[in-house]
């Protein structure tokens, strides 16, 4: 068993399942893989199903009964983490927008470096987006200026989903009482993670688009993020 635990969420992922496993298996750190899947009507349970047959020790699966959104997901492994010996915690999506290579900068961070939180930035130096349209990348990159404008967060990339968490803090953050289920959910737990004193720290990655299935950003996503820190700035959150 590894000492840390690498959650990929899914839903219809069957195009990248296989080789995003396999990448992560691959590299020069042992991690342990687990798989949460909203029920996806294309077979990508089945898929990991088949490679849990070649890697039983080291892949795990969650199989979920609907669609209920990504924090609700990367909660669901987080509980499932806590409840084993994992030390770290990485949350990674399986379409490559994230650079398996790049799972040992975000360790390293922790492990190294002393940092609590380890987050994948795209904006911590310059923009590094690859295969974006010209308006998405603007849109993320101020999203983010936006949120650190009104919250005070020291991150440049507040709505990175690439984070190395220790086990401290997502014992420390009540999992439970999480509000969000978007791109906000990524804004509240760096938040709350920060309110609570702990050391968060960015390491530069390049994020490329997927190139193979189909995104799953929408309008609804978005304005739950830009309207979600205006809530959080004002109100506050349970601790």
């Known amino acids: ?28 750190k042992s991690f ?4 949460v899947d909203d029920n996806s009507p294309d077979g990508t349970a089945a898929i990991v199903e088949e490679l849990q047959k070649e890697f039983s020790d080291r892949l795990y699966i969650e199989k979920r009964e609907g669609k209920n959104g990504l924090g609700t997901a990367y909660i669901h492994g987080f509980k499932w983490a ?8 990485i949350e990674m999506d399986a379409d490559f927008s994230h650079n398996p290579n790049d799972l040992i900068k975000l360790y390293n961070e922790c492990v190294k470096n002393g940092a609590d939180v380890s ?27 936006y949120v650190r404008f009104i919250t005070g967060i020291p991150v ?11 086990r401290k803090v997502l014992e420390t953050i009540q999992l439970d009482k999480i509000r969000f289920v978007g ?9 709350k993670a920060w309110k609570h004193k702990f050391k968060i720290k960015e390491v530069s990655v390049i994020f490329t688009d997927r190139t193979l299935g189909e995104s799953k ?23």
């Open 119 to 145: 987050v994948g930035s795209r904006y911590s130096v310059g923009v590094n987006v690859v295969n974006w349209p010209m308006n998405r990348v603007l849109l993320s990159y101020f999203a983010s200026k």
């Open 156 to 166: 440049h990339d507040t709505t990175a989903g690439f984070v190395c968490w220790s």
């Open 217 to 239: 950003m929408s309008g609804g996503i978005v304005s739950e993020a830009l309207f979600g820190v205006i809530k959080m700035r004002l109100k506050g959150l349970p601790k």
């Open 183 to 191: 791109y906000a959910f990524q804004i509240e737990m760096k938040y």
């Open 1 to 28: 068993m590894s000492n840390t635990l690498v959650i990929i969420p899914t839903y219809n992922e069957k195009e990248n399942i296989e080789a995003i496993v396999r990448a992560t298996f691959n590299q020069e």
């Open 82 to 89: 806590l409840n084993r010996d994992y030390e770290y915690i």
């Open 32 to 35: 342990d893989v687990l798989i």
